[in-house]
Nanobody, 125 residues
Framework: QVQLVESGGGLVQAGGSLRLSCAAS????????MGWFRQARQKEREFVAG???????YYADSVKGRFTISRDNAKNAMYLQMNSLKPEDSAVYYC???????????????????WGQGTQVTVSS
């Protein structure tokens, strides 16, 4: 069983930055592919970024060059540094774990078994 808790969301002006954190429980955290997803109001949940156990990142086109995903397996933590934020980045952000995978970062949410409760990010124009 894996429990995930996100933090770091908030209100920021367009062009600003936020850093999200995901704290994970579970002894095999380092073996999982981890991902960030987001869901804006009245929209489907979408993939934002993912990272393999060894730290290889993968990004949605909409955030490439602005967001950076990282992980610290020793601390059972994952991060999402978000720069140059836009109003369209406003959403609830979720971290997720794919316990069946160590290397391939899937973009489909159905591949992730464990989810956090989400943290709200609001970007004002």
């Amino acid at each position: 069983q894996v429990q995930l808790v996100e933090s770091g969301g908030g209100l920021v002006q367009a062009g600003g930055s936020l850093r999200l954190s995901c704290a994970a429980s579970g002894r095999t955290f380092g073996h999982y592919v981890m991902g960030w997803f987001r869901q804006a109001r009245q929209k489907e949940r979408e993939f934002v970024a993912g990272i393999s156990w060894s730290g290889t990142p993968y990004y949605a086109d909409s955030v490439k060059g602005r967001f950076t995903i990282s992980r610290d397996n020793a601390k059972n933590a994952m991060y999402l540094q978000m720069n140059s934020l836009k109003p369209e980045d406003s959403a609830v952000y979720y971290c997720a774990a794919d316990s069946d995978n160590t290397i391939v970062v899937h973009t489909a949410q159905r591949m992730y078994e464990y989810w956090g409760q989400g943290t709200q990010v609001t970007v004002s124009s």
